[in-house]
Every structure is written in structure tokens, then in C-alpha cells.
């Protein structure tokens, strides 16, 4: 009754800032919020969605970006949308278990061979279901974002999964993470983003699973001295706005707003790889990491040791969703 009750007042408060903007009274204030820097795909994705809106909807639409976890963290920022403190992010994935079970299938190890294949399963109806999969919740998904490839890095020289043994790796929050680091006998701690860098300083973990621009952007390669690039699974983003706050805009103006996401989600994805090789060279070239390709063969070890826990997440995930990722790779 109190739920019902509070959700009436935030309803009415809504309708009531929507037709007080009709009116020209007060721009919208749209709060964008995320864990990660500026100079990363996500980062540059949510300025320019800043810039085009100011652009295109001056007077009438403000947007606020809080970068590097400045305003909410990965520990609270979905129930500071839930409650409309802030009303966009781009959490990982991965952060969305505790809403549904099915985007745990972007987490399985070596489900997807390259960000391409991420981009042409995105595109499928059956992806796209996955943007309404927690409207009951109020977690109204816009559009996919994507990062990167993730590389293993650590304290230790990685060529085969047995090397990973009783390292601690720090994880996002996801039980398909634990199980792949379980895997390969190494111990996972799942914590935010923001103190990946300080659990790696104070040895509390000695490893992670980041994709080349976290690794440069947090400047993880000083206390990482090698990096085996495993590409072996991706990071890939939701861009999510509560409902209630979307669906109480102006369609016109709502419209206009969808419109410049499609355009920024074209930029993000586009720009995402080549931001990565960009990431990539510079820690080379800076050379306090080492960088570790492995071989054909030694891929294929940590592929076999990593993949046979698709099997325990197929029900939760849903078979046939499972099927459709797997049609999208061209091998
Ligand atoms: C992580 O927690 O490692 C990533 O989700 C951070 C991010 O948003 O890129």
C-alpha cells in the first residue's frame, strides 16, 4: 500500500515537472552518472550525448555528466535510478543480475569471438527483448553500449589457465565471473570499479579481467606487470533511464531524445574498438606492463577450461537465447 502510495507521489511529481516544461518553465534535468573516466567509450559516449542534446534541445533539456563514480557508485547507482536521483547510466551487464538473469549470458567465457559478432547479436529481436527485460522494475533499457574485449592481467605471467591458480582476481558482481575464475582455481572478489585499483596496490587481489581502455584509464599497468590477452569474453553496457521519468517526458521531446541516442550508440560502437587498439598501444609503448599473446593453442586451453560453465547458466539465460548468440560468430 506504502509502495502503491509512494509511487502515485513520484507519478504526480513527474506529470507535474513535464507540463511545468511544456510550459517553458524549467529545462529537464537529466543526471548522467557512471563509474568509468571520460577518455573511455562510455565516457565519450555520454559527452557527446551531452553536447547534442544541448544542441538540439537547448532550453529545454540540460544534461549532467558525473564521470569516475562521482556522484553514484556500481554499489548504488541502480536504486538511485530506481528512484529517479539520477536518470541515465550505463552499468555492465553485469550489474544487472540482481534485475535478470538473462543478460548473464553476455558474461560466459568465449561465447562471442569478437566485438563484431557482440554488435551483430545486439542487432537481433531477441537482443532487443533484453532492453525490456526489467521494465517491471523500473529499468527502462535504451540502447547497448560496448567497450571492449577483456584481457587478464596479474602479478604473475598467464599462458595457461593451470598459471591463474589461487590468484585472486577482482570481479564485477556476477556469479558467471565467480564461476569462470572457480574454473581455473583462482579465487574471485567481486567489488566495485572504483576500488579495483586500491584492492590491487594493497595486494588484496593480484589480478583482474579489464578491456584495454579500463586497463590505460585507471592506469592499472602500474601495478600489473603482465597482461595476456585473452579477448575472452566481452564488457558490454546497457544505457538505462527509469521508466517512469522516460515515459513522462513530452513525446516530441522524448522522441528528439531517442533519436540522438541512436545517432551517440552508432558513435560509441563504432569508435569502442578503436579506442581499445588505441588503450593498447599506449601500454606498450609506455612498457611497465608486459604484453602476452598467446597461441593458437594456448587459446584454445583457456577456451576449454573456461567454457563448459555455459551449460549450468542455460536454463536461467534461456536456451533459445543462448542458441541465437551462438549463430553470430564466423567461424
Ligand atoms: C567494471 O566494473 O569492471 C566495468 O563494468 C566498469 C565499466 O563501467 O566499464
Not at 558525473?66 to 555492465?92: H, I, T
Request: glycine share 4%; no cysteine.
Amino acid at each position: 500500500m506504502l509502495k502503491l502510495f509512494s509511487s502515485l507521489i513520484t507519478a504526480t511529481l513527474l506529470a507535474a515537472a513535464s507540463s511545468a516544461m511544456a510550459e517553458g518553465k524549467a529545462p529537464i534535468v537529466i543526471k548522467f552518472s557512471h563509474v568509468v573516466a571520460e577518455d573511455t567509450p562510455k565516457g565519450k559516449g555520454a559527452l557527446l550525448f551531452k553536447k547534442l542534446v544541448e544542441e538540439r534541445l537547448a532550453g529545454e533539456v540540460t544534461v549532467e555528466v558525473y564521470p569516475n563514480a562521482s556522484l553514484f557508485g556500481d554499489a548504488d547507482e541502480l536504486e538511485a535510478l530506481r528512484s529517479n536521483k539520477v536518470q541515465l547510466l550505463a552499468p555492465s551487464l553485469s550489474k544487472f543480475e540482481p534485475y535478470t538473469k538473462q543478460l548473464q549470458l553476455f558474461d560466459l567465457p568465449f561465447l562471442f569471438d569478437d566485438l563484431e559478432a557482440v554488435k551483430r547479436f545486439q542487432k537481433r529481436d531477441k537482443s532487443r527483448e533484453l532492453l525490456r527485460s526489467m521494465s517491471a522494475q523500473n529499468i527502462y533499457g535504451l540502447a547497448f553500449w560496448n567497450n571492449g574485449m577483456k584481457q587478464l592481467s596479474a602479478t604473475r605471467e598467464l599462458h595457461l589457465p593451470g598459471d591463474a591458480k589461487d590468484l585472486a582476481f577482482r570481479i564485477q558482481p556476477s556469479t558467471v565471473l565467480q564461476a569462470q575464475f572457480e574454473a581455473l582455481g583462482a579465487k574471485a572478489v567481486a567489488m566495485p570499479f572504483g576500488e579495483t585499483f586500491a584492492a590491487l596496490q594493497s595486494g588484496a587481489v593480484q589480478g583482474a579481467e579489464n578491456p584495454w581502455s579500463n586497463i590505460a584509464s585507471q592506469k592499472l599497468d602500474s601495478l600489473q606487470p603482465f597482461v595476456t590477452e585473452t579477448n575472452h569474453g566481452s564488457l558490454n553496457y546497457m544505457l538505462v533511464s527509469n521508466s517512469t521519468f522516460w515515459g513522462s517526458m513530452p513525446y516530441k521531446t522524448r522522441s528528439e531524445l531517442e533519436a540522438i541516442i541512436e545517432e551517440v550508440t552508432f558513435a560509441v560502437n563504432k569508435d569502442a574498438e578503436i579506442l581499445n587498439q588505441q588503450a593498447r598501444e599506449q601500454l606498450r609503448v609506455a612498457g611497465k606492463t608486459r604484453l602476452i599473446s598467446l597461441t593458437a593453442q594456448e587459446q584454445a586451453a583457456w577456451r576449454d577450461a573456461m567454457q563448459p560453465l555455459w551449460k549450468s547458466y542455460e536454463q536461467a539465460i534461456d536456451a533459445d537465447m543462448l542458441r541465437a548468440a551462438q549463430t553470430v560468430n564466423r567461424r
